[in-house]
């Protein structure tokens, strides 16, 4: 299964570099799985200004949402890495989202989240947009609270990941239960190359 871990961040010192260096790190330990980085910064879009991509699907406006859409289209699971600004998400992860939409459909989500209260309050709102998209969101996630976030911070390296020690297990369980869905999905949206021997 190919998991991609979406950094949903872009702003200017942000937090989520060293979220997503702990991130996939501990992924890349592991033998069942395949792991890409998306990184917004990579994806540079407009603010959506087009017609519903659910009405027009995979019919791109320009070759920055091509990109993206072709880029994402190709997973079987996701990792959202969502810091909390002002009570939300960031608008940049919900603009990408909204020049796409098959892309995602009928895939698994979970969520890695910072904040006040470890980003609780934007992966919920993200839940319910993960939903509108017909993924699957699920029920783990791992929330860095304040105390993990300043520690991280502290380490002059931000690939520097033992800060997020404490939380190692909460991420594993989110992994083998996202790989877990996303195997099953894979196979619900292909009967066919499932049977094959």
């Known amino acids: 299964m190919l998991i991609q871990v979406i950094t949903?961040?872009?702003?200017?010192?942000r937090f989520s570099e060293r979220v997503a260096?702990?991130?996939?790190d501990s992924l890349r330990d592991r033998d069942d799985i395949e792991?890409?980085?998306v990184d917004l910064r990579e994806y540079p879009l407009p603010f959506f200004d087009g017609v519903s991509p659910g009405r027009a699907p995979r019919d791109?406006?320009?070759?920055?949402?091509?990109?993206?859409?072709?880029?994402?289209d190709r997973a079987d699971g996701y990792i959202m890495l969502d810091g909390e600004y002002n009570h939300g998400y960031p608008a940049v992860l919900k603009n990408a989202m909204d020049w796409t939409y098959v892309e995602w459909?009928?895939?698994p989500v979970s969520f890695?989240?910072?904040?006040?209260?470890?980003g609780a309050r934007a992966i919920e709102q993200l839940r319910q947009v993960a939903v509108e998209f017909e993924m699957a969101p699920l029920r783990h996630a791992v929330h860095i609270l304040p105390d993990v976030m300043i520690a991280a911070r502290q380490q002059a390296d931000a690939g520097d990941t033992t800060a997020f020690a404490p939380l190692e297990a909460k991420l594993k369980t989110l992994v083998d239960d996202l790989?877990?869905?996303?195997?099953?999905?894979?196979?619900?949206?292909h009967p066919r190359s499932s049977t094959q021997p």
Do not use: C, M
């Open 60 to 72: 791109y406006p320009s070759d920055e949402v091509a990109k993206f859409g072709r880029t994402i």
């Open 8 to 13: 949903g961040t872009t702003r200017e010192g």
């Open 112 to 118: 890695v989240g910072w904040g006040g209260v470890g």
């Open 105 to 107: 459909q009928r895939k």
């Open 35 to 37: 792991v890409e980085s």
């Open 179 to 189: 790989n877990w869905w996303a195997a099953a999905l894979h196979t619900a949206r």
């Open 21 to 24: 260096h702990w991130v996939l």
